[in-house]
Structure formats: structure tokens, C-alpha cells
């Protein structure tokens, strides 16, 4: 199988400081691959080094089959890429920055307005595309700016925390188009701060840590390296009174459910049992060492927090 990612012993260095080290990924084509690590993990250089706007100064990658040194051009007739910033001009309208980048990417006139007015269609904004994209809300700017990066489909998209300040409404949605994107057999590669949205998308996750992968598996391989699930016994109050770890069985739930049942008869009145899973919010915290300092990459937080 030719991968649609890959990357041997990839290292970048910034003045003294080692930003990547010896990177090695491995991306299949038609799957969501997601890249999560900590702030100044080295996640936006990865990016900017395989979509050929940064020199790497060792090792090598490939791209769609394409080296990203040898051949850029090639690289870059064969990704889209969206920032962390929705790229839209404000001035034109939705339906106008669609036909604009259709044109220069070589489309004719009548296909350009064509191709146009189905993105529009696909990404749920034909009822505002010819309003100025100033009017628009950011969750619709974000979705124009993923349209206008498949103006010209393309086998591998490149998305640089795609969701970041977004709503809970606007994220799912975004989600909902990642997610058809993937399975019409497009490579997607994302960075992000939310480890939900890499739980919900990602085929498989690779945990960047100070330039160096620490972990790599789907999202229940890598939970699995920090335990199973425990029961935990929970006061009126949602303060954890007790925790035990569990094997998942039917026979080690209900040994720990009767032994928190003991202990919240002489505990508190109102105390009541739950199960815990894994998280990986669990997984981050394990596996990764605290950034020194804030940094280009963003911090990487919980669900809905930002630090």
C-alpha cells in the first residue's frame, strides 16, 4: 500500500532549540489521522514541512507520493490546506471568494460558477452565499474556508486546529463535513486543542511531545495504556468519595459495585456509583511533560476548555 504520509527521522531545529526530532509517521490513505501534543510541541512545523512551506533540516517526507524537497510542486498539486485562520475576503460575497479561487485555480467561468454554487450547497451555506461573507457568523466563515480549499478536490487536506473558537453547534458541524470528506476517500490530517474532536474523528492518533512521538494507536489503544475503567462512588456534592479499577467484566463490576455499596452505607447519605472510563484527556496527561512556555502550536486542553 502506497501511504498518502510519510516521514522518516524528520527533525527541525529553530536557533537552539529542537523543534522536531526524529519524526516518523505513517499515514494510510482515506483515514483521519490526527496530531495532538502539548503547546510548542512542534505540531504547526510538521504541518508547514509537509505542505512544503517549511524546509526540514534533515530527514524526509513524502506526500501523495511526492517528496516534499525534490518535488514541492508536485506536493502542492495534490494537498489543500487550512489554517487556523479562516482565509475568506470579507469584502466579496460567500458565492464571489468560491468562483474567485475557482478561476484561479484554472476552472472556466461557467464551471467555476458551477462548482461554486455545489459547495456552497454541500457545506449548507447556499442561503447566504450572496451575502458579504462579512455578515457571516464564524462557524460559516470556518465552513467557507474548508470549501474554498476543495475548490480543486484534492487526495490529501491538511487541517491546522480547524475548530479552534467555534461553538459547540458550528464544531459538530465541521466534524459532520470532516467526516463525509473521509469517507469519499480524501487523506485528512489535522492538528487540534480539542481531544474530543480527535476522539470522534481520527482513525488513528500519533502524541507529539517536544518533537518526538511518545504515543501512536487508535483512541482505544491509546486509552487503554493508561487502565481500565473504575468505579467510582460520588457524594451529593459530585466529590469522588472513592475510586476502584475494574477489568470491565460482569463478575469485577459487581465486586466493586457491592464493595462501594459497603462503603457509602458508612460514608454519606446521597452517595451514588458511576463508571469511569479513560479519557484522552488521561492519555495527554500520562504521556506528556508540561510545555515550558507558550509557544506557535497552541495549547492543547480539554473538550471545551482553553488554557
Known amino acids: 500500500m502506497t501511504l498518502a504520509i510519510e516521514t522518516r527521522g524528520l527533525a527541525k531545529r529553530f536557533g537552539s532549540t529542537d523543534v522536531l526530532v526524529g519524526l516518523e509517521l505513517a499515514v494510510a490513505p482515506g483515514t483521519v489521522f490526527a496530531l495532538l501534543g502539548p503547546n510548542g510541541a512542534g505540531k504547526t512545523t510538521t504541518i508547514d514541512i509537509l505542505t512544503t512551506l517549511v524546509r526540514p533540516d534533515a530527514g524526509s517526507a513524502r506526500v501523495a507520493g511526492c517528496d516534499v524537497l525534490a518535488d514541492p510542486e508536485g506536493v502542492r498539486a495534490r494537498i489543500s490546506l ?44 447556499a442561503g447566504a452565499g450572496r451575502r458579504r461573507t462579512s455578515t457571516w457568523s464564524g462557524g460559516m466563515r470556518r ?15 491538511f487541517l491546522d486546529e480547524p475548530t479552534t473558537g467555534l461553538d459547540t453547534r458550528s464544531r459538530q458541524e465541521l466534524w459532520r463535513i470532516v467526516g463525509e470528506i473521509a469517507d469519499a476517500g480524501t487523506t485528512v490530517f489535522l492538528t487540534t486543542q480539542y ?31 493508561v487502565g481500565g475503567e473504575a468505579v467510582e462512588l460520588v457524594g451529593p ?56 512556555s507558550p509557544g506557535a502550536d497552541g495549547a492543547l486542553v480539554g473538550s471545551e476548555a482553553r488554557s
Open 237 to 292: 456534592d459530585d466529590r469522588i468519595l472513592a475510586e476502584l479499577p475494574t477489568d470491565g467484566t460482569v463478575h469485577g463490576l459487581r465486586a466493586a459495585i457491592d464493595e462501594l455499596d459497603r462503603l457509602a452505607a458508612s460514608a454519606v447519605d446521597g452517595a451514588r456509583v458511576a463508571i469511569r472510563r479513560p479519557s484522552l484527556d488521561d492519555v495527554f496527561l500520562a504521556i506528556t511533560s508540561p510545555a515550558p
Open 143 to 157: 465552513r467557507l474556508d474548508l470549501a474554498l480549499s476543495l475548490v480543486v478536490p484534492a487526495p490529501v487536506v
Open 195 to 225: 481531544l474530543e474532536e480527535a476522539d470522534r474523528l481520527a482513525d488513528r492518533i500519533a502524541v507529539l511531545d517536544r518533537g518526538r512521538i511518545v504515543a501512536e494507536g487508535t483512541a482505544s489503544e491509546l486509552k487503554s495504556r
Open 82 to 125: 487550512t489554517g487556523q485562520s479562516a482565509a475568506v475576503d470579507e469584502i466579496l460575497t460567500g458565492r464571489e471568494n468560491l468562483v474567485m479561487l475557482a478561476r484561479l485555480s484554472g476552472l472556466g467561468a461557467r464551471d467555476a460558477r458551477r462548482r461554486a454554487d455545489e459547495l456552497l450547497d454541500r457545506f449548507d451555506l
